[in-house]
């Protein structure tokens, strides 16, 4: 079993992903630690992320949501998650699961080896292909 664990998830314009990324959640966490908690950060998200928040908490115990009350971005929502974790160790994703629950026992056992600070990469990226083509544009041409 590993350690005491937060996980740290900003949310915008993700009210229709949340309940499937909690369910997922809720199948690995309770395999890999004892005590955990999810912190779902909402950025301001001009939908209904927020009620979505509040009504996910009353399945998930371990849930615990914080409004921010405009869009600051996504790393300052996760910094304010990051300073509100209960857990030494701590995990970011991301809310589109784009970053699979699955994978966060592969990135604690790798702290079972001695790093301090451990970091995934999705092996293929998954945007639209505007983005894609932009991207390995940029990517060639440095």
């Known amino acids: 079993m590993q350690p005491d664990l937060s996980v740290v998830?900003?949310?915008y314009k993700s009210e229709n992903i949340l309940s499937s990324l909690l369910e997922r959640l809720a199948t690995v966490l309770p395999q890999i630690s004892a005590q955990y908690e999810v912190i779902l950060v909402n950025d301001g998200s001009p939908d209904r992320s927020w009620e979505k928040i509040v009504a996910l908490s009353a399945d998930y115990p371990w849930l615990r949501g914080i409004r921010l009350m405009r869009n600051y971005g996504q790393h300052n929502a996760l910094l304010r998650g990051i300073r509100a974790a209960r857990y030494?160790?701590?995990?970011t994703m991301d809310d589109d699961l784009q970053h699979p629950p699955e994978e966060i026992p592969k990135l604690l056992a790798e702290l079972d080896k001695g790093y301090d600070v451990v970091y995934g990469y999705?092996?293929?990226e998954s945007h639209a292909l505007w983005r894609s083509?932009?991207?390995q544009l940029t990517k060639w041409l440095l």
């Not at 030494?88 to 995990?91: G, L």
Request: hydrophobic letters at 45%; aromatic letters at 0%.
């Open 122 to 124: 999705p092996e293929s």
């Open 88 to 91: 030494e160790v701590i995990v």
């Open 133 to 135: 083509l932009s991207s």
């Open 9 to 11: 998830i900003p949310v």
